[in-house]
């Protein structure tokens, strides 16, 4: 059967200095097609599709669109060409309507039809299956409704190429459902559909064809019904790899931590933590689960004394910490690690290599007036090797390595402390699957230590295999904590979206 091709990208190539990110790059995609771009960080999946929506210039070889050779100068020059692009990050004025922005942006005249544009919009809406109120006000709206915000912009704009990635990355499954629901409903209507997505559960849903990257090239296309997550995988990766994750049975020890009716607000006296109280024992990785901006960050750093709690109690050794800074927390010799969400911010200092950012942690344990330095290069040496870290060396600015890279030397350098409890903020996000099991094992070998682990995720499924229980939060509040064994993806959505649901867990094991 013949195809209709919309988009083909012929020989493409890209250098940013010494770094070869894209190498002779074929890619095609056909009208009413879902076409999964698969890889692993680095792999060169978002420098081919800055190229498709003119963000970036190809080196050499050449696009075609609707049949057409293009060259694009610009953004715009892409949009003229029907292709619009979804990020992960929403780009959306939060004070103004959906319908607002929608049509910021667009050429036209002086005078706004506002009665045209509605009806134009809810014509769209309605033809793709997306329903949205266009008086709604972004800050009204869940995160959700915020992507079918951004999806009609696109199509509003005449976009029938449409980029999307990690479209799925903060969404409920609940709301993941929907989304596969519009983007089916809009190839059926003849959108071409690039997704950019680590989730291989998703891709084998939801895509029609898969193209796998592998170090900059074309490793090969593949119809998605004919293929597997395994193959997929090992086709990234270049290997033979297991994707089961292990959660090793260990015996719980006794409540590491303990947290009682501990409530926040920010910076707007917006409540942000309402009355949460559960308990992190030894030898458990309790997860959290929760949309985006539910609370998980402010818990995290209230825990570690990042962030200012108004009222209620965490108890470490029966003291509680409440009040204290990071410097006050390691001088009453709690030993607790933070893995920060914001590696480059939070986390490490970008400029610096791995050994003056290891020296940051140490540097509370040396006695004297002089840092010593030798221990210190010798500990990042054996970090290198058993982490697998890819990397120059030790004295390597620590921004010019890969997510991975980075994320594994933020871990190492946080476990290496030994510590009784363990936090990790989004430990994968952004890491293809080679990294992320990796980083999984190295937080298991912590639990088998006894060590207490809190786990902040995003991927449910990843939750559901590595956790022993998982917490829910929503809005600040916690709706459920349950055995990770005996509560389903689709009760954790209901959780996510502020359902109250106590499924196995009791009292006892969620509070004090």
């Keep these: 059967m013949q195809h209709e091709v919309y988009v083909q990208m012929n020989e493409i190539c890209k250098t940013f200095g010494s770094v070869r990110a894209n190498y002779n790059i074929n890619f095609s995609v056909n009208k009413g097609e879902i076409h999964a771009l698969l890889g692993e960080n680095g792999a060169g999946k978002s420098t081919l599709m800055n190229m498709l929506s003119g963000i970036y210039k190809p080196d050499s070889g050449s696009i075609y669109i609707h049949g057409k050779e293009v060259k694009f100068n610009s953004p715009k020059d892409a949009i003229k060409q029907k292709i619009g692009m979804i990020h992960q990050h929403y780009k959306l004025v939060e004070v103004q309507s959906a319908k607002a922005n929608i049509i910021l942006g667009q050429s036209g005249s002086l005078f706004i039809n506002e009665k045209k544009i509605r009806t134009e919009i809810e014509t769209i809406s ?99 019904k004919n293929s597997s997550p395994k193959e997929l995988t090992d086709l990234m990766v270049g290997k033979s790899v297991n994707l089961s994750i292990k959660r090793p049975e260990v015996k719980r020890g006794k409540a590491a ?103 940051l942690k140490e540097h509370h344990n040396q006695k004297g007036v002089f840092l010593k330095r030798k221990p210190i290069m010798e500990k990042c040496e054996e970090m290198i090797q058993s982490l697998e870290i890819k990397t120059p060396g030790i004295n390597h600015p620590i921004k010019q390595l890969s997510g991975g890279n980075i994320q594994k030397v933020l871990i190492g350098r946080e476990i290496e402390t030994n510590p009784h409890v363990l936090i990790t903020a989004y430990a994968v996000r952004g890491l293809d699957i080679g990294a992320s099991h990796t980083i999984y094992d190295l937080i298991n070998e912590q639990k088998s230590k006894g060590v207490a682990v809190l786990f902040i995720g995003e991927d449910l499924d990843v939750l559901l295999e590595l956790c022993d229980r998982i917490m829910v939060i929503c809005d600040g509040k916690i709706t459920g904590i349950n055995n990770a064994t005996e509560v389903t993806k689709e009760q954790l959505g209901l959780m996510m979206a502020g359902e109250t649901l106590a499924i196995q867990a009791t009292r006892e094991e969620a509070v004090i």
């Design 126 to 224: 309605g033809h793709y299956g997306i329903p949205i109120d266009p008086d709604k006000k972004i800050y009204n709206m869940s995160i959700g409704e915020k992507q079918s915000v951004e999806i009609l912009k696109v199509l509003y704009q005449g976009a029938d190429i449409l980029i999307m990635d990690e479209p799925t990355a903060v969404l409920t499954p609940q709301e993941t459902e929907k989304l596969f629901k519009i983007i089916k409903n809009m190839a059926k209507e003849g959108c071409a559909i690039i997704i950019i997505t680590h989730k291989l559960h998703e891709v084998m849903e939801v895509s029609d064809r898969v193209t796998v990257l592998h170090k900059g090239t074309t490793v090969a296309t593949v119809e998605t």
């Design 257 to 359: 931590l303990q947290v009682n009716q501990l409530t926040a607000y920010d910076s707007d006296k917006v409540k942000v933590l309402n009355n949460v109280s559960f308990n992190l024992y030894e030898g458990e990785i309790l997860g959290v689960a929760g949309v985006v901006g539910s609370g998980q960050k402010e818990l995290c750093e209230a825990i570690a004394g990042l962030y200012s709690v108004d009222s209620g109690e965490i108890t470490y050794n029966q003291e509680n910490i409440v009040g204290l800074s990071p410097r006050d927390i390691i001088k009453r010799g709690i030993t607790m690690s933070f893995v920060p969400e914001d590696r480059l911010g939070m986390g490490l200092v970008a400029s610096m290599d791995m050994v003056d950012n290891y020296l």
